[in-house]
């Protein structure tokens, strides 16, 4: 009887093994877990709150419900052999982490490499054309992608769902984000706050992501509507800028201030930097 127990037990243990880890990888399969965003006009910025107003016009496009994790992010660098040097600071707090866990300390430029590595393991046309520091976005491609700001900050709003809340899905900022009120300096397993009016979580804080948009200042124009706009190109920004900053949204684990964990801020950070809380969520065009 004791013998008939013990198998039983085992099996059990077995079966639930199996379905965890079949839930597991399903719930966090990249190309599952793309969400529809119906596109359309909006006024970007928020009076009294940014300097900029602007009226902008987008096109359908589909944007990951989760940031990139440090599993996949893993599983790039080993199938890529990409030298990674994870900050020192984080790195035991990493190894505690459950996963999946938001991965942080990413450039931009490896922002870049990541999206096309993506979208060759699902057989698609890469969106990017690197060569050496050199990066051509080609906006008619297939596969996966960077958000622009225009198309992070709409997200993160609710797009056309959009009910008027300070941050991405809730006015209580704890019910929506970790950031450094709440998270102990650290980021935390993805979709397990409160998701937004499209079903995205973690836009407000655990870790600040990368956008394809240079960061300059938008104009003040209301008689003009940018339609699908992706911020200067690298030759008008090297005018007035002599180092390459790109946009990074939504605050991260340790932002201690409420503005930057709206959906409005744009904060600049150096393409070439590896700072603690940049990270990665992935798009796709929707007329594919």
Request: hydrophobic fraction near 35%; glycine fraction near 10%.
């Amino acid at each position: 009887m004791g013998e008939f127990l013990m198998k039983k037990v085992v099996l059990t243990a077995l079966i639930m093994f199996i379905i965890v880890s079949g839930c597991y990888t399903d719930e966090f399969n990249i190309d599952k877990n793309m969400v529809f965003v119906e596109g359309g006009e909006f006024l970007l910025g928020k009076e009294g709150r940014t300097s900029h107003l602007v009226r902008v016009k987008l096109d359908d496009y589909y944007i990951s419900k989760y940031e990139t994790t440090v599993e996949q992010w893993e599983l790039f660098l080993q199938e890529t052999k990409t030298v990674f040097e994870w900050k020192s600071k984080y790195t035991d707090k990493r190894k505690k982490s459950p996963f999946p866990d938001s991965s942080i300390g990413v450039s931009w430029k490896l922002t870049i490499e990541y999206s096309n590595w993506v979208s060759r393991k699902y057989g698609l046309e890469e969106c990017y054309i690197i060569n050496g520091d050199d990066i051509e976005w080609i906006r008619d491609a297939d596969g996966y992608r960077l958000l622009t700001d225009a198309e992070w900050e709409f997200a993160a709003r609710g797009g056309n769902n959009f009910m008027g809340y300070e941050y991405s899905g809730s006015n209580d900022l704890d019910e929506v984000s970790w950031n450094g009120w709440n998270s102990d300096n650290h980021t935390h397993p993805v979709g397990m706050k409160k998701p937004n009016e499209l079903g995205l979580y973690d836009m407000s804080g655990n870790i600040s992501e990368w956008c394809w948009d240079l960061s300059l200042e938008y104009q003040n124009d209301f008689s003009i509507l940018l339609i699908n706009p992706a911020g200067p190109s690298l030759e008008d920004y090297l005018k007035v800028k002599d180092k390459q900053y790109r946009i990074a949204r939504g605050g991260a684990y340790g932002t201690s201030d409420e503005f930057p964990l709206t959906p409005y801020h744009r904060a600049g950070a150096y393409e070439f930097g590896t700072g603690s809380g940049q990270g990665i969520r992935l798009a796709r065009n929707a007329s594919n």
